[in-house]
């Protein structure tokens, strides 16, 4: 007979993904055993095998997860600006700001997303590669529908990614208490590329 489930199993693993992320973004994550990762989350190893066969599962799940969210917040904000008419340009400032306010609360797991996928399996690794590109590819969208004059398909694939290049590692220099916040820097990002695309 199958063994059920205690009514708090997620909530378990969702903070082992959350200990996991903070672990394998101080030490690395080949440097983390299933040890360190137990010791982090206060139990033994035997109880975090309840939850997880492997270290490579904690990460894949957490990765699952966090590009998941992407995808939701993508459509939430093209969702949002539809019911409210906003304009493409008012979307895509949106889809920044949203992004932004994302990366501030989860500052491990997108380190592990920049660092880690390449120790997936490559089935696992497939997943989240695929679920970047299109994360990628709606942003693209999103940008040559706010600037149709000003992004071709000639220049789309770099102007999409100076933005990534912009928003992307504000981890390593973007601290939240910090002298400009996540928001301020978010209507930065919206100005630069606001104006230097209108005057392109």
Not at 46 to 58: D, N, Q, T, V
Not at 99 to 123: C, G, I, M, P, Q
């Given at each position: 007979m199958a063994r059920t489930r205690a009514p708090d199993h997620e909530t378990q693993r969702d903070q082992i993904l959350e200990l996991a992320a903070a672990k394998f973004a101080q030490t690395s994550y080949p440097s983390t055993s299933m040890s360190d990762l137990a010791a982090a989350s206060g139990t033994s190893k035997?109880?975090?095998?309840?939850?997880?066969?492997?270290?490579?599962?904690?990460l894949f799940d957490l990765l699952d997860r966090y590009t998941?969210?992407?995808?939701?917040?993508?459509?939430?904000?093209?969702?949002?600006?539809?019911?409210?008419?906003?304009?493409?340009?008012?979307?895509?400032?949106?889809?920044?700001?949203?992004?932004?306010?994302?990366?501030?609360?989860?500052?491990?797991?997108?380190?592990?997303?920049?660092?880690?996928?390449?120790?997936?399996?490559?089935?696992?690794?497939?997943?989240?590669?695929?679920?970047?590109?299109d994360v990628v590819a709606a942003f693209t969208r999103q940008l040559a529908r706010a600037y149709p004059g000003q992004v071709t398909s000639e220049n789309q694939t770099a102007l999409t990614m100076m933005v990534f290049g912009m928003i992307n590692w504000t981890f390593t220099w973007l601290k939240p208490g910090g002298r400009m916040g996540y928001r301020d820097f978010a209507e930065q990002v919206i100005a630069m590329v606001d104006h230097g695309l209108k005057g392109a």
């Open positions: 035997a109880r975090l095998y309840h939850y997880y066969e492997s270290k490579e599962a904690i998941k969210r992407l995808m939701l917040i993508i459509a939430e904000v093209e969702g949002a600006s539809q019911r409210r008419g906003h304009d493409e340009r008012e979307c895509f400032a949106a889809l920044i700001r949203a992004f932004l306010a994302e990366y501030e609360t989860s500052h491990s797991r997108h380190v592990a997303l920049l660092n880690d996928v390449k120790y997936l399996v490559d089935a696992q690794r497939e997943i989240i590669l695929n679920r970047q590109r």
